[in-house]
């Protein structure tokens, strides 16, 4: 005996149909003769990167070799975890250490 589903309007008939006329394309049929998508680096907006500069690229621990333009002292950050709030606060502590030396120079 065959089951009846009561709550059939009868307008799935035709969407199913429509289905099985289209061909469906796994990934790799569908991306075959595109270009694999470039990474494009994102643009640094923090003001700390005035007074730093990126090294290299990442490592393969995931840290970033950074230097300090004012002291050249070195940071390895992984920059997508931890951000700029390091170097920012390093920033200021070199800026007034910066300061005080020319001061006791004059």
Not at 7 to 25: F, R, S
Not at 28 to 49: D, I, K, L, M, Y
């Amino acid at each position: 005996m065959e089951a009846i589903d009561l709550n059939d309007d009868g307008q799935n008939d035709v969407m199913d149909e429509d289905i099985e006329d289209h061909e469906v394309l796994d990934d790799s049929e569908a991306n075959r003769g595109t270009q694999p998508r470039q990474v494009q680096s994102r643009r640094r907006v923090s003001r700390c990167w005035r007074k730093f500069t990126i090294l290299g690229g990442r490592l393969s621990d995931g840290t970033t070799k950074i230097r300090c333009n004012l002291c050249r002292r070195f940071y390895f950050l992984n920059l997508r975890r931890n951000g700029t709030s390091t170097l920012t606060r390093h920033m200021k502590a070199a800026n007034k250490r910066r300061q005080s030396h020319k001061a006791g120079t004059k």
